[in-house]
């Protein structure tokens, strides 16, 4: 029998350090990104910033990786490489749904100083539409009712009501639009909603919410992926996960009581996330979307699959120089096609399609209508773009009415009428790859 990663099979693994960040959301994206930058940053420059992992309702991650001293391993793989590491930045995990007591008194012990969050788009219990916590939502509604809290607003909420040290930094790591912002103000609504002024005049003066930008392709770990790590490491990792090489992380310098020296371990810290931010949504989450209904309708199941092909290769080429990437002039980005296409062509991750498609409706807006808004704005014909709407539409049977209801104004162009009109019946008569070859 194989023997179980722990810091007894591995005493490699880095003395352990204290506790300064606290993750809400411990997926797979966390442990090959976030914890991955914070290992190498506390190599690079010591310190306390190890991490408390909260894991929100599943147990198996906390599960395993508490029966594992919290080791795990990452493998990174690009076309014809892979690299594994065993990450040890992680130093506790908890479940929120089991243990809100314990997610409350890390959340307020003064020693954390940084909370990450990655709990994906439809975590944040918002309307994407005006940005506002959702009252509505039966989650959000229990929370401000005082109960055990379920969202992580309502967990960030208690942890702040609770903390009686100032100085702390929320620092979201989800693929929204001035993520920073939104969290500040649906911290802020939720103090509205539960008739806590005096919590949110306080939070208004001693946390931080800078905006990020995120970047790396980490798809479900399989068993095979599994048997790869006991062969290579010699021991079993049940919470191993795994990544493709290239890893992004840019975040607004704006901390409240300092951070881990993330800038040597690769972390960009900027000024404005602006232009970052727009290049990631609409070049790399844009293209993804894009790829994925079209190459769900087409029978594919995974990105290298599609990308590979000349015909989906051909239109991604397309959709970035002409339209995504065309709506970035104005930051003077520079767009490398040929690295981003040859990433969503490695073979050695496999990046399901499925996963990809979830929750379209949310995430789509700010990745393909609000290029598609710019450029009909500008005169130009957002072609390539009604094309992938219309593949997410046929392959959710939705009509148009939903994208209007997230960009109503686009219901007013007549061109993106035509266009998307006009790319659905193409679609319907003459099938995904006849019609990317007309293009």
Request: charged share 25%; with cysteine.
């Amino acid at each position: 029998m194989v023997p179980r990663l722990s810091r007894s099979t591995y005493p490699a693994a880095s003395p352990r350090a204290g506790i300064g960040i606290v993750h809400l959301g411990l997926g797979a994206f966390h442990r090959a990104h976030q914890a991955v930058f914070t290992q190498e940053a506390m190599l690079a420059e010591p310190g306390d910033w190890a991490i408390c992992a909260v894991g929100q309702r599943n147990p198996a991650v906390r599960d395993a990786m508490s029966t594992q001293d919290c080791l795990f391993t990452v493998t990174e793989r690009d076309a014809e490489h892979e690299d594994l590491r065993v990450v040890d930045s992680v130093r506790d995990v908890l479940l929120a749904s089991e243990q809100p007591d314990q997610v409350t008194a890390a959340l307020a012990d003064p020693a954390t100083r940084i909370v990450t969050i990655t709990v994906t788009e439809a975590g944040y219990r918002h309307d994407p539409a005006t940005g506002r916590l959702r009252a509505d939502d039966p989650e959000v509604a229990a929370d401000v009712a005082g109960r055990p809290p379920r969202t992580v607003i309502g967990q960030l909420i208690r942890g702040l009501k609770a903390r009686e040290h100032s100085g702390l930094t929320v620092v979201p790591c989800d693929n929204l639009p001035d993520n920073g912002r939104l969290v500040a103000g649906l911290l802020r609504d939720f103090c509205v909603l539960s008739g806590q002024p005096e919590l949110a005049e306080r939070i208004a003066e001693q946390v931080r919410c800078p905006s990020t930008v995120v970047d790396q392709i980490v798809p479900a770990t399989t068993d095979a992926d599994i048997a790869n790590v006991a062969s290579l490491l010699g021991l079993l990792d049940r919470a191993a996960v795994v990544g493709e090489t290239y890893r992004q992380w840019v975040i607004e310098d704006d901390f409240a009581a300092g951070r881990p020296a993330w800038d040597k371990a690769g972390v960009r810290l900027v000024a404005d996330i602006t232009p970052h931010q727009a290049a990631k949504l609409r070049l790399v989450n844009g293209t993804h979307s894009a790829l994925t209904y079209l190459g769900l309708l087409a029978g594919c199941t995974s990105t290298a699959e599609v990308a590979t092909r000349p015909e989906f290769a051909r239109y991604a080429e397309r959709l970035i120089r002409e339209e995504t990437g065309a709506s970035l002039a104005r930051f003077g980005i520079p767009v490398d096609i040929d690295g981003l296409l040859k990433r969503l062509a490695n073979p050695r991750i496999t990046h399901r399609l499925a996963q990809i498609a979830a929750d379209g409706v949310r995430k789509l807006p700010q990745r393909l209508l609000d290029p598609a808004a710019e450029l009909l704005e500008s005169g130009a014909e957002p072609r390539m773009i009604c094309l992938a709407l219309a593949g997410f539409l046929r392959h959710e049977r939705e009509t148009p009415d939903c994208l209007f209801a997230a960009r109503p104004a686009l219901r007013d162009s007549r061109v993106f009428g035509e266009l998307l009109t006009d790319a659905m019946h193409q679609l319907d008569r003459n099938g995904v790859l006849t019609t990317l070859r007309g293009i």
